[in-house]
T-cell receptor, first 118, second 112 residues
């Protein structure tokens, strides 16, 4: 079974600064999908960014980008120009390319609580 | 489009009572999922469905049952609630499976 580890329970950053959230995963599969989800106090799960393992190019979405290191099994999220609205729990998640045996669901890390200081 | 909706948003049960959580999606997605989120934890997969009439177990299925009689609906049942089932429950849907999962707003369930 795959595991996802987020080693930073909490991070704090000044508004307008850049912050990087760490995520590592363990898998024996060669192709898979990785996601970062944001969960603000409203509890809603919101997709931030998605990466397909076969793509070498790092995904970007406006101020959000990832550093995907396949050999190191690392998938970090960089938030540039941090804004107050970025304050939330951030979850890293893994999805197998296969179906069956629960592989269709997402495996989540425990999350990182991001605090934005004005 | 409403996306993914969940009913109810909050519920308090006594130990041994039963209830059903309803998830509905209007995106014509084939795949639907039920997760639970406990404090300090990420979401964990309870059950899922890859199409109408199909269901399968996830990581933490004990104590729950599910049904997918219609493509747009996915029901999660607790036959005899236990305090250990106090949690926030999320429904999600996706199609195709490698794409993002769209989540509902969650249901906070407390079992006394």
């Amino acid at each position: 079974a795959q595991t996802v580890t987020q080693s930073q329970p909490e991070m704090s950053v000044q508004e307008a600064e850049t912050v990087t959230l760490s995520c590592t995963y363990d898998t024996s599969e060669s192709d898979y999908y990785l996601f970062w989800y944001k969960q603000p106090p409203s509890r809603q799960m919101i997709l931030v960014i998605r990466q397909e393992a076969y793509k070498q190019q790092n995904a970007t979405e406006n101020r959000f980008s990832v550093n995907f290191q396949k050999a190191a099994k690392s998938f970090s999220l960089k938030i540039s120009d941090s804004q107050l609205g970025d304050a939330a729990m951030y979850f890293c998640a893994y999805r197998s390319p296969y179906s069956g045996g629960g592989a269709d669901g997402l495996t989540f890390g425990k999350g990182t609580h991001l605090i934005i200081q004005p | 489009n409403a996306g993914v909706t969940q009913t109810p948003k909050f519920r308090v049960l006594k130990t041994g009572q039963s209830m059903t959580l309803l998830c509905a999606q209007d995106m014509n997605h084939e795949y639907m999922y039920w997760y639970r989120q406990d404090p300090g934890m990420g979401l964990r997969l309870i059950h899922y469905s890859v199409g109408e009439g199909t269901t399968a177990k996830g990581e933490v299925p004990d104590g729950y049952n599910v049904s997918r009689l219609k493509k747009q609906n996915f029901l999660l049942g607790l036959e005899s609630a236990a305090p250990s089932q106090t949690s926030v429950y999320f429904c999600a849907s996706s199609y195709p499976p490698g794409k993002e999962q769209f989540f509902g707003p969650g249901t906070r369930l407390t079992v006394l």
